[in-house]
């Protein structure tokens, strides 16, 4: 009976320590990360961090665990497979880019880790590129399995066009809007002319 208690305040105060790393990320960015502003902003003890987590790695490492770093296929691909085989592959993987985008700019946290990444590797950066990679050879076979032997290299051309909207994306990730917009219709008008001329 009398753990319960402190098993209780321990969750509670795991999760104000996940919350602060969060909010530290989207708030300030990378560069505000470390163990002395986590425990500020979490409102305890840095020792607690040690205890808790085993340090700043351990504690990168429950983020990611608890985080949703990425989007699932389901989430990029919507259609039924009817849908699906009504669409010149092209045309689709236009598509998928656009949704990739989209679901990017509804993860700012994952932005701010993406961006970390271009500058540092650490055990939250890194189970974001293990999550990203498996999610996209996902995409990959899914796509695959509703276009019978393709002609051209599926992932190749999503690994291309797809790191060119991350980078885009991280970028101007703090920019306005309408520069977002406007970078993105450059990137988009060539991803079609070379998938016409290309594809």
Partial sequence: MTNKPLKKSRRKTEQNILRALG?????????AVG???IARQAGCDKV??????NGLDGLLTAFAETTELWWEVD????????QISQQPLQQYLQVLLKRHLEALQA?????????????????????????????????????????QNP???????LGVFGAAINYLIIRTRNSAPRHM???????????????????
């Fill in 23 to 31: 909010h530290l990320l989207l708030e300030q960015g990378f560069p």
């Fill in 35 to 37: 163990i002395n502003a």
């Fill in 48 to 53: 607690l961090i040690y205890r808790y987590f």
């Fill in 75 to 82: 989430e990029i691909i919507t259609e039924t497979a009817e």
């Fill in 107 to 147: 993860r700012p946290l994952t932005l701010e880790i993406m961006a970390w990444e271009m500058s540092a590797q650490n055990n939250l950066t890194v189970a974001l590129a293990r999550t990203r990679a498996e999610r996209g050879m996902a995409l990959v076979k899914t796509i695959r399995a509703h276009y």
């Fill in 151 to 157: 002609n051209i290299d599926i992932g190749g051309i």
């Fill in 181 to 199: 917009t406007e970078e993105w219709w450059r990137l988009q008008h060539t991803i079609a002319q070379m998938m016409e001329t290309h594809v």
